[in-house]
């Protein structure tokens, strides 16, 4: 039973280009949220997206943006990167359209330069 | 949004108990959360407790929720050199930073 999978594990970018980062949830789920998380500080919840609809948004300006697939996996767009865009992106599942329960990926490292 | 603290720091002796707090703002969710963070990986979901419950007990592990202060806690019995980790508090989509637990042999 395959859990969160994320891809890529490391990103290098520089400012001004465009990232995205891919997601496949835990089998059985239906609901992606992402996470970014700065060293040494807690995740920040960035949005959820279920039924290939965002449901909730943290806040996150409009450079980020995402899509859920039929499939329930997500994408993460982050468009314009700044370097305070460097972080690890962690994406969770969960069942049910809420927020409960979370599994996590292992993330992807993504390197602003 | 939520609003959610917790202290950044405790060292154990291996054995000994460990006590991680953790104060929150919002009062709306079903549940609250502990998850674990392990160097280079993702966030492991440990445990959680019911809001209307105030005490849940698992193996080693001990939650407690006072409801009227907004407190939550999570006691790790018996501490072995792999708990050292980072223990996270979650409310709804909120985590806390993260308490950077050290067990010393």
């Known amino acids: 039973d395959a859990g969160v999978t994320q891809s890529p594990t490391h990103l290098i970018k520089t400012r001004g280009q465009q990232v995205t980062l891919r997601c496949s949830p835990k089998?059985?789920?239906?609901?992606v949220s992402w996470y970014q998380q700065a060293l040494g500080q807690g995740p920040q919840f960035i949005f959820q997206y279920y039924e290939e609809e965002e449901r909730q948004r943290g806040n996150f300006p409009d450079r980020f943006s995402g899509h859920q697939f039929p499939n329930y996996s997500s994408e993460l767009n982050v468009n314009a990167l700044l370097l305070g865009d460097s972080a690890l992106y962690l994406c969770?599942?969960?069942?049910?359209?809420?927020?409960?329960?979370?599994?996590f990926g292992s993330g992807t490292q993504l390197s602003v330069l | 949004g939520e609003d959610v603290e917790q202290s950044l720091f405790l060292s154990v002796r291996e054995g000994d108990s460990s006590v991680i707090n953790c104060t929150y703002t919002d009062s709306s969710s079903t549940y609250l959360y502990w998850y674990k963070q392990e160097p280079g990986a993702g966030l492991q979901l440990l445990t959680y407790i019911f809001s209307n419950m105030d005490m849940k007990q698992d193996q080693r592990l001990t939650v407690l929720l006072n409801k009227k202060d907004k407190h939550l806690s999570l006691r790790i019995a018996d501490t072995q050199t792999g708990d050292s980790a980072i223990y996270f508090c979650?409310?709804?989509?909120?985590f806390g930073a993260g308490t950077r637990l050290t067990v010393k042999p």
């Open positions: 979650a409310e709804g989509t909120g």
């Open positions: 969770a599942s969960s069942l049910g359209g809420g927020g409960e329960k979370l599994f």
């Open positions: 089998s059985g789920h239906d609901t």
